[in-house]
């Protein structure tokens, strides 16, 4: 079975400052992995996702994300914040065991401070 | 193009009272799964639908029933509500069964159980 793992259930940033969201997974056989953004009073929508290509992906809004398989971490970056970025974020977790239905992480809040 | 969408937005239940709650989407596609999502637990699956005519029981079946009505239709029943399932409640939906789909969600229902 599979898991995920988020660090830090809140994380405050101030605008312009480095935002770092923490993802580790745990799998048998390889994963793929997903952040999802949850905007308040919204459904999820899809930020990216690894799918065994490139290990470093980019995806909506200057997110982006590294698979590291030693680590096994996929940690989630934007080099400066935006008021906007203010939102829950979820890691989440499939195998080609799991046949697409999704394992998620218990959800990273960030707060953004001018 | 509306996308996922999901009826009621809200609403309260008596514990012991029955309830429906509708998913459509128009996007065409395959499957379709129900979650719930908890403080602090992430979103959990609770069935889903890997086309039509298929239903599977996902992580917390437990008190649910759902049905795929066609392929734009996924509805999923309370027979006897009870306070444990005071939740908000996400559709989404993928165009097929598989690991690289991107999950489409709907907007959510919020379902007080007194």
């Known amino acids: 079975a599979q898991s995920v793992t988020q660090l830090g259930s809140h994380v405050s940033v101030s605008e312009g400052a480095l935002v770092l969201l923490r993802c580790n997974y745990s799998s048998s056989v390889p994963p793929y992995l997903f952040w999802y953004v949850q905007y308040p009073n919204q459904g999820l929508q899809l930020l990216l996702k690894y799918t065994s290509a490139a290990t470093l992906v980019k995806g909506i809004n200057g997110f982006e994300a590294e698979f590291k398989k030693s680590e096994t971490s996929f940690h989630l970056t934007k080099p400066s914040a935006h008021m906007s970025d203010a939102a829950e974020y979820f890691c989440?977790?499939?195998?080609?065991?799991?046949?697409?239905?999704?394992?998620f992480g218990a959800g990273t809040q960030v707060v953004v401070t001018p | 193009n509306a996308g996922v969408t999901q009826t009621p937005k809200f609403q309260v239940l008596k514990t012991g009272q029955s309830m429906t709650l509708q998913c459509a989407q128009d996007m065409n596609h395959n499957s379709m799964y129900w979650y719930r999502q908890d403080p602090g637990m992430g979103l959990r699956l609770i069935y889903y639908?890997?086309?039509?005519?298929?239903?599977d029981k996902g992580e917390v079946p437990n008190g649910y029933n759902v049905s795929r009505l066609n392929k734009r239709e996924f509805s999923l029943r309370l027979e006897s509500a009870a306070p444990s399932q005071t939740s908000v409640y996400f559709c989404?939906?993928?165009?097929?069964?598989?690991?690289?789909?991107?999950?489409?969600f709907g907007p959510g229902t919020r379902l007080l159980v007194l």
């Open positions: 989404a939906s993928t165009p097929l069964l598989g690991n690289q789909e991107t999950q489409y």
């Open positions: 639908s890997a086309s039509e005519g298929t239903t």
């Open positions: 989440a977790v499939t195998t080609t065991d799991s046949w697409g239905k999704l394992q």
